[in-house]
DNA sequence: ATTTTCAGTGCACGTCCGTACACTCACTAG
DNA sequence: CTAGTGAGTGTACGGACGTGCACTGAAAAT
């Protein structure tokens, strides 16, 4: 069980068509080898991060060593180091990279909300298809935020308090009439929030669990967010 | 900077004091290296556990080595394995011996509650002051509850149930008369626990970050448990 | 047509790692 | 007093790691 090394032996295969005068229209073959350098070049990128998240599903970042992930992505080591400085930077850039599904979560339950009647249900829903779609960064987010690289902890705190805002704006919008301040509303957008990223690790965790099915996390997270409702409505601000 | 190695000059002083008849009143010179075999043994044991600890301050549990544990405990890395079979046996181990500081917190807070009028107020300065004064273990514990070690995970998760179910017992106390049903109770407490979790970190953090002093933070983790009160006096279990 | 750029290669290095093995020698049990 | 135990030692190994350096060759710039 030596050593599984490729691509030494491969050696790189240009692209074939040369004959043709079209430039726009190029055949792509089965979308292989083509592009310019600088396509080239994003999508080795694109694939180094990829491989560091799909490595994250049974470690932590500080583990995933840097030949591991160039080995993984098919390029040599030191070729890393014409993309990212080193693995830390790597998983600052993986922050970005995985709060993108979030951030698109947020927007499709803003729309579920003003369909639907039921503004928890919804977005609970939308929550439990997200983590399903796209479960490696999800589990990014809440491995390495309290993890041991000290950077990505910073930067993924960075971006959750972003989403808490645009969460409080939303609140906002529906204790218009309450006197809630600012301060009080965002600190319970956060409890919102920290119940949403509980429920997501525990939709990760399934499978390998007790009972615990998806549909029961769910309905917990739930009822939890009803509670918390509840809560608000029998909140005064300044007492 | 090369190799810092000690301990192989420094010869075993053997305790000195033969003559003495008594054996039960020991000198003890100053806490050095005395006491049966097995006591040396279990101060070695515990020695290489605190010094665990101390390395998760800045690291996660998975980045650290066998090497390095037993080079902070003053003990060659063989002689690791008379106590643990690995690090990540070390971490099961770690895990119980991070709960005693929060088995004793949850004690301490309930006789709080008798004494003082405001249940909540007392049992979060009793979690603020839990923290200040044991911050490596409430960080281990906050750090690898989604770390990249199944096997400390899993023990975290298991003992963190334990603790949620306590307060449920609690929760079931303060709300008779109410027909809540236990699931709710437990869905009310793991909101509460979550709650909780997160204010430790975020006490944890504080120091490196921007304005949030503690107080601050036990203000806000104070105000999401009334709210979470709140709620739990609106509710109603079968609606 | 020529030069420049630069993503990726290949090799080499020094360091640290986990762990196997044979050992010592203070304690303990008999 | 003697024999056995076992916590800790010292050496040694094979392998993985991060990274420096000189390179190649196709694409881009001139």
Redesign the pocket.
């Known amino acids: 069980m ?2 599984v ?1 490729f ?3 491969a050696v ?1 295969r ?2 074939l068509a040369v004959v043709s005068e079209t430039p726009a229209a190029r055949p792509r073959s089965h979308g292989e080898r083509s ?7 994003e ?3 694109q ?1 180094l991060l990829d491989v560091t998240l799909a490595l994250i599903a049974s470690r932590s970042l500080a583990s ?8 993984d992505a ?10 990212f ?3 830390d930077e790597l998983g600052v850039e993986l922050v970005d990279e995985s709060m993108r599904p979030l951030r698109q979560m947020i927007r499709e339950a803003r729309r579920g909300q003003a369909a639907h009647s039921d503004i928890i249900k919804s977005t609970v829903d939308v929550l439990g298809s997200h983590v399903r779609s796209h479960p490696a960064q999800f589990r990014f987010l809440t491995r390495e935020r309290y993890g041991g690289i000290a950077a990505v902890r910073r930067a993924i705190d960075t971006e959750l308090r972003l989403f808490t805002s645009e969460l409080t704006v939303d609140l906002a919008r529906l204790t218009t009439g309450f006197d809630w301040t600012s301060e009080d509303l965002e600190m319970a957008a956060d409890l919102m929030v920290q119940a949403m990223l509980a429920t997501v690790m525990n939709l990760l965790e399934v499978d390998q669990r007790r009972v615990d099915d998806e549909r029961t996390i769910l309905d917990r997270a739930e009822r939890q967010l009803r509670l918390i409702a509840l809560g608000m409505g029998a909140w005064r601000s300044k007492p």
């Open positions: 030596g050593s090394t691509g030494s032996g790189h240009r692209t592009g310019s350098r600088a396509e080239r070049k999508r080795t990128r694939n995933i060593s840097l030949r591991e992930v160039a080995r098919g390029i040599v080591p030191t070729a890393f180091y014409r993309h400085e080193s693995m």
